[in-house]
């Protein structure tokens, strides 16, 4: 779960706090930008307001000035112009003290004031609008220099002299607002500052706390994982309060459940093992005794009279079928005691089913059928060769029972991830009824026909625990009259699932469809 | 030994009276002597002072059990020990095999079976190959046929009998990959496949006898897929 490891999109599925962390980063981001917009447009109002109300209030305090001194004029003694002009001259004085203001007055002739401002500080809409209105105007303005000076942002305050002559001039007063920028744009750092700090300690915030909501969450899934990889000791600490205390106490409770039910099963198994194991062990001793005492005497038979020498002869016989039947009545039990281990090795399954056809090459003689092999050389998997080769002679010894005669054909296959035998036979078949019930203990395909090949009516039961033993499959094709083919397909590497079929279940020269899987 | 006389004799050690005197009558019959043990605890007496030429070992035995007894003999000879097993399980044979059991025959069995078995465990069973000299070379080891003897250098290397017999198929075709079903074969005398674990587990002791890192063997290399060949002879170093 390292986010170095995973790109962010894969992180996004897999992480809850990441998608917390993300999630509440967003909605903090479209938060502070809101907040942020919004202070600093009051902000810079109220500081722009502000200054535009001490602009006009100055501005008007000075026009007022200029007004009764130039309603004190007597046109006759002085020339407006002049007045007008030194008036100006005055104020623009005053106004350069602490850089106050600018102003400009206009005459039809010229502009008079403060010499360094340039004509274009004053826009052209206030130079329109100021003729027709008594009152007071405002604007905001960029106040350019002809001295070079860098242009500053400003309010133009508008207003009219009359001359005692009915002569309007109009007066125009430029207020530096530079200071007030500076200080609206400190505020705005600092709000940028608050909120890029806001939201670094909140990410971390939030993520330390979905990481304590979470951890009992991720306690809880670990737990769960170490159970389900069988650690049934693990358990969870419980920790908190009602809902993840009480998660936890029932995953313990359930974890110690599952471990004392398992428990028990695998006593109870081990007891079934053992009792397998030791009823071996007991029967065997004696049996090997009778075994061979009935060998000695069948050995001497010869000596007896004709019904001793038969029964020494049935003794040795039965004994046989005795102990097969013995021996696969321990092998199911084994099975069944979940007590049956692979022991597997390289096998050349080719090799295998050679040596096992040349074993059976008496039986298949008796009954006359002719049995060939097709396969490749070599043909290697990973098995267990002992319950391998019971399989293969299992299948062979039993087509060769119901061949009728009738050639059986054996084919070894392999593919990449799983091998396959094949025992197709000609002989009586079997329907579909019967093919269910084929691997079943002790089944008889016709319960009238007697068992000729000692068979212990296990057999197949038997190839059908090894074949799953080994993760593979048995299967049978069968059709009355039309043979069967019996086909094992085991992985090439055990434990793995073989997902190919390196040998079809329906034999390509059957004559009608009907098969019956297991 | 026994065997200087022309009867060969085999030590029964079998908690069963009625096997035991069964495997008596059959031994008998079959030309062999025999002396019964019934317990683990009295085996290794018995045995230093019959002297078999062969001990036929249960492997469950009240008490001492088959493989204990099998530890027991091996500390002391290299005698053919054939257990006799009910269980075929594959933990309790590979036990009895790595304590140094030679064979092993799984109860209940046939009496030509197991005459079979004694008789090929007694008659030294070593095939001939491209090479009969009487001195081979098999990595940094000298094996003299004659003598019976494996050395490494001047150091003297103990086998069984079953061991060199087993050393020797491997020297006798020095380039031959021998599967494990051609070494039980020919060293063990069965003529179907069968449990190819006598093969791999004396393998082992083998190997932990004759290599100088069992984890690594130079003597007995294995050819994956096949089963075992002779390592490439070279100078003791």
């Known amino acids: 779960m390292s986010p170095a490891r995973f790109p962010p999109i894969a992180l996004w599925g897999k992480s809850l706090p990441f998608r917390v962390v993300v999630l509440s980063l967003v909605a903090s981001v479209v938060i502070l930008l809101a907040t942020g917009l919004f202070l600093m447009d009051q902000s810079s109002r109220g500081i722009i307001a502000g200054k535009t109300q001490a602009a006009v209030a100055e501005a008007s305090a000075v026009v007022q000035a200029m007004q009764s001194d130039l309603n004190t004029t007597d046109p006759r003694t002085t020339s407006i112009n002049e007045r007008i002009t030194r008036l100006a001259r005055e104020a623009a004085n005053r106004g350069r003290v602490g850089s106050q203001y600018y102003v400009v007055v206009e005459t039809p002739v010229s502009q008079i004031g403060t010499t360094e401002l340039s004509p274009d500080s004053v826009p052209a809409s206030i130079r329109e609008a100021v003729g027709t209105t008594d009152g007071l105007l405002s604007t905001p303005t960029l106040i350019s220099f002809t001295d070079g000076r860098p242009d500053q942002p400003g309010i133009v305050v508008a207003a009219t002299l009359t001359a005692p002559v009915a002569q309007r001039y109009p007066v125009f007063f430029l207020f530096s607002t530079a200071q007030e920028q500076q200080t609206l744009q400190i505020v705005q750092q600092a709000t940028l500052a608050t909120g890029f700090f806001l939201l670094v300690g909140l990410s971390l915030t939030v993520y330390l706390i979905a990481r304590q909501v979470l951890r009992p969450v991720r306690a809880a899934r670990l737990a769960a994982e170490r159970m389900a990889a069988g650690h049934l000791d693990a358990r969870m600490d419980v920790v908190g309060t009602e809902d993840l205390a009480s998660l936890a106490t029932s995953m313990n409770h359930m974890a110690t459940e599952l471990d004392r039910k398992l428990t028990q099963l695998q006593d109870l198994s081990l007891v079934q093992q053992r009792f397998v194991s030791d009823v071996s062990h007991e029967l065997r001793t004696p049996l090997t005794t009778i075994r061979m005492a009935a060998d000695v005497l069948h050995a001497n038979r010869e000596d007896f009279d004709a019904p001793t020498a038969r029964s020494a002869e049935l003794l040795a016989a039965e004994l046989d079928r005795f102990e097969d039947m013995l021996t696969d009545l321990l092998e199911i039990s084994r099975f069944d005691a979940g007590a049956a281990e692979l022991s597997l090795d390289e096998v050349d399954l080719t090799q295998l089913v050679s040596a096992e056809l040349a074993a059976v090459e008496p039986l298949a003689a008796e009954f006359g059928a002719v049995v060939t092999l097709d396969a490749p050389r070599p043909c290697r998997a990973e098995a267990d060769p002992r319950r391998i080769r019971r399989i293969v002679r299992n299948l062979i010894t039993n087509a060769i029972e119901h061949s009728e005669g009738r050639p059986i054909a054996v084919h070894v296959r392999s593919a990449p991830d799983a091998v396959a035998v094949a025992v197709r036979d000609h002989g009586v078949g079997l329907d579909d009824e019967q093919a269910q019930y084929v691997f079943d203990r002790f089944w008889r395909a016709d319960p009238a026909r007697g068992r000729r090949v000692g068979g212990t009516g296990l057999g197949l039961s038997i190839a059908l625990e090894d074949a799953h033993l080994h993760g593979g499959t048995l299967e049978v094709w069968g059709q009355p009259g039309g043979g069967a083919q019996f086909v094992l397909t085991v992985p090439r590497r055990a434990g793995t699932a073989p997902v190919s079929r390196p040998w079809p279940l329906e034999p390509a020269d059957r004559e009608v469809t009907g098969a019956i899987a297991r | ?237």
């Not at chain 2, 030309?31 to 078999?52: I, K, M, N, S």
């Not at chain 2, 000879?77 to 006799?84: A, E, F």
Request: glycine share 6%; aromatic share 4%.
């Open chain 2, 1 to 237: 030994m026994g065997e200087a006389n022309g009867v060969p004799r085999v030590l029964v050690v079998d908690d069963d009276e009625a096997l035991s005197e069964m495997l008596d009558i059959v031994l008998r019959s079959e030309g062999f002597q025999a002396r019964l043990c019934h317990t683990g605890e009295a085996a290794l007496e018995v045995f230093r002072e019959y002297r078999p030429d062969l001990v036929l070992l249960d492997l469950m035995l009240p008490g001492r059990d088959g493989v204990d007894v099998c530890r027991d003999i091996r500390s002391e000879s290299g005698v053919p020990v054939v257990m006799l097993t009910a269980k075929s399980d594959t933990s309790d044979v590979v036990h009895g095999l790595e304590a140094g059991a030679d064979d092993y025959i799984a109860k209940p069995f046939k009496n030509q079976e197991l005459i079979a078995r004694i008789r090929t465990r007694l008659r030294r069973h070593v095939p001939f190959g491209d090479s009969d000299e009487d001195v081979l070379r098999i990595g940094d080891i000298t094996i003299r046929v004659d003598e019976h003897t494996v050395r490494r250098g001047d150091t003297e290397i103990q086998l069984t009998p079953l061991e060199f017999d087993l050393l020797l198929a491997l020297a006798r075709n020095p380039r031959q990959a021998f599967s494990r079903e051609v070494l039980l074969s020919q060293v063990w005398g069965y003529r179907h496949a069968s449990d190819t674990r006598l093969v791999n587990v004396h393998v082992q002791r083998l190997r932990s006898k004759v290599e100088r890192d069992p984890e690594r063997p130079e003597i007995v290399v294995t050819v994956r897929g096949v089963g075992y060949r002779a390592g490439e002879p070279r100078p003791v170093t």
